[in-house]
């Protein structure tokens, strides 16, 4: 990752935005085509559902699913170090 920040102009379910950060075209394209579809996901269990509504729930499973990622790591981690000793 580069720390040159660009700027990435996308969009996500039907709203313009526009994204700053250092992260490769490639990657931000990963990320927004992973949120699209996620935002379709939670809009077709939920039809009723405002984008709004729709915007937080799909925050809290990002959210959610990385503390369990960063858990794993910890986890993984404190194994290879107890292996280490």
């Known amino acids: ?7 990435f102009r996308v969009k996500i379910a039907g ?13 931000m394209n990963t ?5 699209e ?9 939920m039809p009723n559902l405002s984008k709004e509504r729709a ?7 990002a959210v959610s699913d990385q503390l369990y990622k960063e858990e794993k790591v ?3 981690q404190n194994l ?3 292996h280490e000793k």
Do not use: C, P, W
């Open 37 to 45: 579809e996620q935002f379709e996901e939670i809009r077709e269990m």
């Open 55 to 61: 915007a937080v729930l799909l925050a809290i499973n």
């Open 15 to 27: 709203e313009d935005y526009t994204i700053i950060g250092n992260s490769t075209s490639d990657h």
């Open 1 to 7: 990752m580069s720390d040159e920040k660009r700027r």
């Open 31 to 35: 990320v927004v085509k992973i949120v």
């Open 80 to 82: 290879l170090d107890s």
């Open 74 to 76: 910890e986890e993984l």
